[in-house]
């Protein structure tokens, strides 16, 4: 059975940084790429950023670009979102996902979720 659970979701101002984890048990770990995804109240779930299995590549929603980092530790099954400069409109329910695309449909598995709510 594959899980993924979330943590670091929280309450920042805007400009400030959260780190999000995300932990990963089952074999999908060592062979999909995992994701971020957020879906904001009243609107539907978007795609962030993704990262392949090696780390070796990442993609990122035009509208983290430059401000997002998303990295794994393969030693410790966990995936990281680093966020920096954050904006009010960066508020949202953040989901980790084991993904083969950025799409909602090409999602295979989720995780509960973490909220992140940036004050202005």
């Known amino acids: 059975q594959v899980q993924l659970v979330e943590s670091g979701g929280g309450l920042v101002q805007a400009g400030g940084s959260l780190r999000l984890s995300c932990a990963v048990s089952g074999r999908t770990f060592s062979s999909d790429p995992i994701g971020w995804f957020r879906q904001a109240p009243g609107k539907e779930r978007e795609f962030v950023a993704t990262i392949s299995w090696s780390g070796g590549n990442t993609y990122y929603a035009d509208s983290v670009k430059g401000r997002f980092t998303i990295s794994r530790d393969n030693a410790k099954n966990t995936v990281y979102l680093q966020m920096n400069s954050l904006k009010p409109e960066d508020t949202a329910v953040y989901y980790c996902?084991?993904?083969?695309?950025?799409?909602?449909?090409?999602?295979?598995?989720w995780g509960q979720g973490t909220q992140v709510t940036v004050s202005s």
């Open positions: 996902a084991a993904t083969r695309g950025t799409v909602v449909a090409s999602v295979r598995y």
